[in-house]
């Protein structure tokens, strides 16, 4: 059985169909939407150490600010410096899943 997807162009035709909008009003929100949740992870830094976005009910995607650190490399037993990042991470809530099983 082959794997269903469900693309960014496929969510924006189905949404223009049924809203009765046009593809290319659609997509612009679609991307600003993104645009947006890109930059407000992108904001996290050492003195806001993480954020937390609900994008559906039961959907979040969460990004913490991991300052630089040194670390010993396994290989080669070096002490290295990581430089700071952003990890983020997505979280389904039960009850999201209770709704896909219901």
Do not use: W
Request: some cysteine; aromatic content about 4%; glycine content about 2%.
């Amino acid at each position: 059985m082959a794997k269903q997807k469900l693309t960014k162009n496929t969510i924006i035709k189905t949404i223009a169909d049924n809203e009765h909008m046009s593809v290319s009003s659609v997509r612009s929100i679609y991307n600003k939407l993104e645009q947006i949740v890109v930059n407000a992870l992108k904001s996290v830094n050492e003195s806001d150490d993480s954020i937390s976005i609900k994008l559906f009910e039961g959907i979040t995607v969460d990004a913490n600010y991991i300052p630089e650190k040194q670390k010993q490399n396994n290989l080669s037993g070096k002490m290295i410096t990581v430089a700071s990042h952003i990890k983020p991470k997505a979280n389904i809530t039960r009850s999201f899943c209770e709704k896909l099983n219901s």
